[in-house]
Structures are given as structure tokens and as C-alpha cells.
């Protein structure tokens, strides 16, 4: 791995194109307690643009089509307020967000994106802001973006103020961003920035003197890998978890002891094709919500292998946290596009023992029963549950024993094409990473892939590597770069 360090080229403030006429924006019972987060840092890497456009040519193009972006997004370019009544809000004020050039030119794209190996530390450095906390919007602007040149690519990183945006609103802006470098002549979807919501509320959160801290230890050792799983990886986990096997309810076994779900020590086993002939009871529709989804059951098999690499005792009380978007869980929903946060964190509790003693269909069910529950009723218990007791958001793992899944597959990453081609990986820097905490990307070849960023502690990410439970499911990402 070359030296690590960048070189900053220089540095500026982009302003919006056009002055705001949005008013200012109280922030919410799903903003407030991400204060004590760190800014969200993801960005792209891309090929290099062809040689015609040089990158002093791209780093203009770039603020540019920034500037005209945070016309459409002004809350990004104001600064956090709070009121004298401790209300705090986002002016959307025209003070401008960070803009960022620097090379690394001595780094290929192929020293960065190492399959089977753990994401370099480099990354970090192609983000603005490290392990800025959010409650800094008051005096720091609420994004910043670096473009970073590389030997044979080129990374744009952004970081987003997390009290300002959830990720469905991160890559909307990022996905806008791209597309009015690219010369789009349209805007698909502009973002929706009404405060009439469940989530607005007059409640106040105290904040301690000089500020929130995050509630995790930023320094812990961490090893943090990206596990790919194809489509076809996801469907076998899928059917493992609906009890069936290419479509159809597993039934029997190859004569070996089976555990009632069709595995044998974590792997599936096959059904005799005489039993598949003869079965004429198959359910062929499927109840949308009585079926464990592709994502529960890589969640559930995530949550098993930790646990077990992590050698707990039995008793130990587990802990699997999922951010879920509550706009579509809403009666009536909320907009698709509103511009900020929207998430509740729905934590599935279980004991070591009962996770790995029982069968894989066992955890995921769990995790499912918590999902589908998560209903409006149950979005509106948690506002008013934080309106009686207003605090900030926990991150962290302080028992050794949690699972902290964030981002989504659904998220449009790969739709970032700034004019050249899509992205040839996404990547993300060193916020709100603690043991235990992973991130889900689409894969890049999308149908259905997954990417998971995993960060675990050193022993813990060694186990997982050994387990060939999960392993059997994770195969290499070939880069066509």
C-alpha cells in the first residue's frame, strides 16, 4: 500500500447559485438525536473522466453544478440556530458548504480496492470533516465535498451533518448532485421541506454543557471489510429462511441428521426429486408480510456468526438494532423525498444461546416479527416515548454484544454516474464506526447483490472469516476498472 497521505490542492466555499426563500427549519424528534453523531461521510470512486477534461477542468465542473445543486437543496448551505427557548434550527442562510481538491496520484485505483482484505485506511482522507460531531452545524458549514485525483480515478467524498439528513435524503442530494454535473436537463425529484409532520415537535433537548459527545470510543482497534453477496448468494438465503429450496417447502435430506429447517451444520440440504414430484400441498402465493425478505435473512445469518465469533456465554442478551424509513409507515405517508431525518431504530433482542442453538429461521423471524410490527402506531409510540424524555442518540456497542445495521441496498449509490460512467465502488469514511456497526450497500453489478461494510473488533472479524456458515454465502467482487 503506497504512503497514505493526500496532498490538498485547494480549498473553497461554495454558495448556492440562487438565494434561498425557504424559511427556517426546526429540526425534529428524528433529527435532534443524531446531534451527537458525526457527520455522514460516503462518496464514489470513479474511473478517470476521459483526457479531454483534465482535473482542474472536472474541479470547476464540480463547484459549478455544487452550486446549482444547493439551490435545490438550501438547507445544506445554512448553519445550525438555537433559540433562546433551546429550539434548534437550521438557517438556511446561503453561508455555503466546503469544497475541497486534492491528489493522490501516487495511489491506484487497484491499491484501494483490494477484494478479501480489509478496506484501507486511506479512505479517511478522502472525506472532509473526520469525526466532526453534528452538534458542530452551529459554527461548521452542514456538507462539504472533496474530489481527490488518483493515478487512474478519481473519488468524490461527501459528508452530510447527520441531524440534517437520514440516507434516503443523503443520496438524494448526492444522486441530484451527479446528475446536474452530467448536464441533466431535468431534476427527477426535488426535495420536500415541510415541517407539518408527526416528527415535528416543540419538545426541547438539553444539551450538555460544550456540546454532545459521540457515546463510543472513536479510537477502539476495528478491522472493517466489505462482504459481497451475489443475487443468487441472497436467494439461498432467502429460501433457507422460508423453509424452502429452489422454490418449493424443504421436506427431506440426504439420510444425514437434519435439524427440521433442511440444514445440516448451517449448509442446505438437497430434496429427493420424488418428493418434489409427489408434493402437491406448495404454497404458491405467498403472504408478503409472513415472508422473511432477502435482507432479514442476510441480517439474521450476520447476526449468528458474530455472536458465535464473539463467544459469548449462552445467557448473554444479544442485541441486532435496524434503522428502518418510517415516511412509507406512516398513515397518512409522509413525502418519499422529505429532506431530513426520518428513522427509528428497531432493536431485536435474543439470547446467545437461543441464536445459536436454534435454527437460522429462528433469528431471521425475530428480526421479521420486528419489522412488519414497525407500523404507524408504533412510529407514533416511539415520537411520544422521545417527547417525554428527549435525549440523544446512543451509538456504540458498550456491552460487546450488539449489531448496529444502517444504510440500505435500496439506496440509489450506483446511480452517482457524474457524466463518465457509474461508480466503480462506494465507500465511506471513519464516522460512527465502532465494533459492531455495519453498513448495507447495493452491489454493484445491482440485481438484487449486497455489499456489506463491516467493522468488527480484530478477533471478532477473524472469526467470522472462519465461519464457513456465512462464508459459504460471500463471494469476490472482480472490479472492471
Keep these: 500500500m503506497p504512503c497514505c497521505s493526500i496532498t490538498e490542492i485547494s480549498k473553497c466555499i461554495v454558495y448556492p447559485e440562487k438565494k434561498s426563500t425557504v424559511s427556517d427549519l426546526r429540526l425534529s424528534v428524528s433529527d435532534l438525536p443524531m446531534l451527537s453523531c458525526h457527520y455522514i461521510q460516503k462518496g464514489v470512486l470513479l474511473s478517470r473522466p476521459p483526457p479531454s477534461f483534465s482535473f482542474d477542468d472536472l474541479v470547476s465542473s464540480l463547484r459549478r453544478s455544487l452550486s446549482s445543486t444547493l439551490s435545490l437543496f438550501p438547507a445544506l448551505a445554512g448553519r445550525f440556530s438555537t433559540s433562546p427557548a433551546g429550539h434548534i434550527s437550521i438557517v438556511c442562510n446561503d453561508a455555503g458548504v466546503d469544497f475541497v481538491a486534492a491528489s493522490a496520484k501516487h495511489v491506484k485505483v487497484s491499491d484501494v480496492l483490494l477484494p478479501g482484505k480489509d478496506v484501507p485506511l486511506l479512505f479517511r482522507e478522502f472525506f472532509v470533516f473526520e469525526r466532526?460531531?453534528?452538534?458542530?452545524?452551529?459554527?461548521?458549514?452542514?456538507?462539504?465535498?472533496?474530489?481527490?485525483?488518483?493515478?487512474?480515478?478519481?473519488?468524490?467524498?461527501?459528508?452530510?451533518?447527520?441531524?440534517?439528513?437520514?440516507?434516503?435524503?443523503?443520496?438524494?442530494?448526492?444522486?441530484?448532485?451527479?446528475?446536474?454535473?452530467?448536464?441533466?436537463?431535468?431534476?427527477?425529484?426535488?426535495?420536500?421541506?415541510?415541517?407539518?409532520?408527526?416528527?415535528?415537535?416543540?419538545?426541547?433537548?438539553?444539551?450538555?454543557?460544550?456540546?454532545?459527545?459521540?457515546?463510543?470510543?472513536?479510537?477502539?482497534?476495528?478491522?472493517?471489510?466489505?462482504?459481497?453477496?451475489?443475487?443468487?448468494?441472497?436467494?439461498?438465503?432467502?429460501?433457507?429462511?422460508?423453509?424452502?429450496?429452489?422454490?418449493?417447502?424443504?421436506?427431506?435430506?440426504?439420510?444425514?441428521?437434519?435439524?427440521?429447517?433442511?440444514?445440516?451444520?448451517?449448509?442446505?440440504?438437497?430434496?429427493?426429486?420424488?418428493?418434489?414430484?409427489?408434493?402437491?400441498?406448495?404454497?404458491?402465493?405467498?403472504?408478503?408480510?409472513?415472508?422473511?425478505?432477502?435482507?432479514?435473512?442476510?441480517?439474521?445469518?450476520?447476526?449468528?456468526?458474530?455472536?458465535?465469533?464473539?463467544?459469548?456465554?449462552?445467557?448473554?442478551?444479544?442485541?441486532?438494532?435496524?434503522?428502518?424509513?418510517?415516511?412509507?409507515?406512516?398513515?397518512?405517508?409522509?413525502?418519499?423525498?422529505?429532506?431530513?431525518?426520518?428513522?427509528?431504530?428497531?432493536?431485536?433482542?435474543?439470547?446467545?444461546?437461543?441464536?445459536?442453538?436454534?435454527?437460522?429461521?429462528?433469528?431471521?423471524?425475530?428480526?421479521?416479527?420486528?419489522?412488519?410490527?414497525?407500523d404507524d402506531a408504533t412510529v407514533r409510540r416511539g415520537i411520544a416515548a422521545w417527547e417525554s424524555d428527549p435525549r440523544l442518540f446512543p451509538l456504540g456497542n458498550p456491552d460487546g454484544a450488539s449489531i448496529t445495521m444502517g444504510s440500505s441496498p435500496r439506496f440509489p449509490m450506483y446511480d452517482n454516474d457524474f457524466g463518465w460512467g457509474k461508480p466503480l465502488a462506494v465507500r465511506s469514511g471513519g464516522a460512527n464506526k465502532f465494533d459492531g456497526k455495519i453498513s448495507a450497500f447495493p452491489g454493484r453489478e445491482g440485481n438484487g447483490s449486497v455489499d456489506l461494510e463491516v467493522v468488527l473488533a480484530p478477533e471478532t472479524m477473524t472469526g467470522i472469516e472462519n465461519d464457513p456458515e456465512f462464508m459459504q454465502y460471500v463471494s469476490e467482487v472482480t472490479y472492471d476498472y
Design 132 to 374: 466532526l460531531v453534528s452538534y458542530n452545524g452551529h459554527h461548521k458549514p452542514l456538507a462539504a465535498v472533496q474530489v481527490t485525483e488518483l493515478d487512474d480515478g478519481v473519488f468524490i467524498g461527501c459528508t452530510v451533518n447527520h441531524s440534517v439528513t437520514d440516507g434516503t435524503s443523503f443520496w438524494h442530494f448526492f444522486n441530484t448532485f451527479a446528475d446536474v454535473t452530467s448536464g441533466a436537463c431535468k431534476i427527477k425529484h426535488l426535495p420536500d421541506f415541510s415541517r407539518h409532520t408527526v416528527f415535528d415537535s416543540p419538545a426541547v433537548l438539553r444539551v450538555p454543557p460544550g456540546g454532545p459527545r459521540v457515546t463510543f470510543d472513536a479510537d477502539q482497534p476495528l478491522r472493517e471489510r466489505i462482504f459481497h453477496f451475489s443475487r443468487e448468494a441472497i436467494t439461498k438465503l432467502k429460501q433457507r429462511t422460508n423453509n424452502r429450496v429452489n422454490g418449493i417447502e424443504t421436506a427431506v435430506n440426504d439420510g444425514r441428521k437434519c435439524n427440521g429447517n433442511g440444514e445440516i451444520n448451517g449448509k442446505i440440504t438437497t430434496v429427493l426429486d420424488s418428493f418434489l414430484k409427489s408434493d402437491t400441498n406448495i404454497k404458491k402465493n405467498h403472504d408478503r408480510t409472513a415472508e422473511i425478505s432477502s435482507f432479514q435473512s442476510l441480517s439474521a445469518q450476520l447476526w449468528r456468526s458474530v455472536t458465535r465469533a464473539r463467544n459469548l456465554d449462552p445467557s448473554k442478551t444479544t442485541t441486532f438494532r435496524m434503522a428502518v424509513n418510517c415516511r412509507h409507515r406512516l398513515e397518512p405517508k409522509m413525502d418519499p423525498y422529505y429532506f431530513g431525518n426520518a428513522i427509528q431504530s428497531i432493536p431485536t433482542l435474543a439470547s446467545a444461546g437461543d441464536l445459536l442453538s436454534k435454527d437460522l429461521r429462528w433469528s431471521a423471524e425475530q428480526l421479521h416479527r420486528n419489522v412488519v410490527a414497525h
